[in-house]
């Protein structure tokens, strides 16, 4: 073999290897970026379900503060209709509806200590 066909063979092979490297290096930066595309739609995905939820969660909790809120309003009511109830006004008043009867004298029964059984 001369000089000239080594040279001339060993470019081509110089070129073939040279080809295949900027071949990888072309599917490596398309990969890369693929790669960072997919990764970013990833995350914005990931963004809008974490929105979503805290924000469905911010409807529940606004639902259960009105609900607690109106419970106890109506609490209160019932605490004042409770009071208004036991007053002695609306007692004795009951009691005449009733036809209920005054006592006009209590008796009380008191025991001798000696009749009242001691727990031992």
Known sequence: MTKFTRFTTRC??????????????????????????????????????????????????KDLSQRAEDLQRENKKLEMQVSELQSLRTIKEASKDMELVGVSR?????LSPSEVALGE
């Not at 398309?30 to 914005?44: E, K, N």
């Not at 990931?46 to 911010?58: A, F, H, I, K, W």
């Open 12 to 61: 081509r092979r110089e070129r073939v290897q040279n080809e295949k490297k900027l071949k990888k290096v072309r599917l490596g930066s398309i990969s890369i970026r693929m790669v960072v595309v997919a990764l970013t739609v990833l995350v914005g995905f990931v963004y809008l379900v974490q929105v979503n939820t805290v924000s469905t969660g911010g409807f529940k909790i």
């Open 106 to 110: 209590m008796d009380y029964v008191t």
